[in-house]
């Protein structure tokens, strides 16, 4: 079955504790993207990737991190994270990136930073 | 600076009863407009492309359309399995991101 997988589904943690969050596409995706979505703000764009090795900043990305040496996965770091980081985060993926693609989300990971 | 607002923030229906979700957009230039459906703890689900002004799709009792500045999607005797949160989200030209509305909330009572 085609599809986003992200993990965990839930994680609370503490103030400056290191975390990363997975996310994993078995379509052959070249486009990814890591987005947060909070109430009556709607989904923000973090962090985008093109394809391997190239990633570009969104709309959000301070106090994140991505990388993407695979294909298929464009995990997301919060190296010291702090309570505004607070959200629902989703990956998603296309084809290419380009006009006519759709995106496939994830399920989502609810983050609580204490 | 790009944006998209969507309207309204709650929508109450009953079943049968058709109606319109706006979302309004300010782009430097449009590349694509997209409406995704979202259902609760889940991610969001295309439904929509869109690419010119006055291009129309259709997919069972739902309808997206474009002009310049906005676009619609009217629902057609709305049931029950329709409530969940509508997305409506751009690609400006120019680049690859994609700005998403915060979203209409629809519920559909029987």
């Known amino acids: 079955e085609a599809q986003v997988t992200q993990n965990p589904r839930y994680l609370i943690t503490v103030t400056g504790k290191k975390l990363t969050v997975t996310c994993s596409q078995n379509?052959?995706?070249?486009?990814m993207s890591w987005y947060r979505q909070d109430p009556g703000l709607g989904l923000r764009q973090i962090y985008y990737s093109m394809n391997v090795e190239v990633t570009d900043k969104g709309d959000v990305p301070e106090g994140y991190k991505v990388s993407r040496k695979e294909k298929r996965n464009f995990p997301l770091i919060l190296e010291s994270p702090s309570p505004n980081q607070t959200s629902l985060y989703f990956c998603?993926?296309?084809?290419?990136?380009?006009?006519?693609?759709?995106?496939?989300f994830g399920s989502g990971t609810q983050l609580s930073v204490l | 600076e790009d944006q998209v607002t969507q309207s309204p923030e709650a929508l109450r229906l009953q079943e049968g009863e058709s109606s319109s979700l706006n979302c309004s957009y300010t782009?430097?230039?449009?590349?694509?407009l997209f409406w995704y459906r979202q259902d609760p703890g889940k991610g969001p689900e295309f439904l929509f492309t869109l690419y010119s002004a006055g291009e129309e799709k259709e997919k069972e009792r739902l309808k997206a359309t474009l002009t310049k500045k906005e676009s619609f999607l009217h629902i057609t005797a709305p049931k029950p399995e329709d409530s969940a949160t509508y997305l409506c989200?751009?690609?400006?030209?120019?680049?690859?991101?994609?700005?998403f509305g915060a979203g209409t909330r629809l519920f559909v009572k029987a």
């Open positions: 998603a993926s296309s084809s290419t990136g380009a006009t006519n693609e759709k995106l496939f």
């Open positions: 379509m052959n995706h070249e486009y």
């Open positions: 782009v430097s230039g449009l590349r694509g």
């Open positions: 989200a751009v690609q400006p030209s120019g680049g690859f991101k994609t700005i």
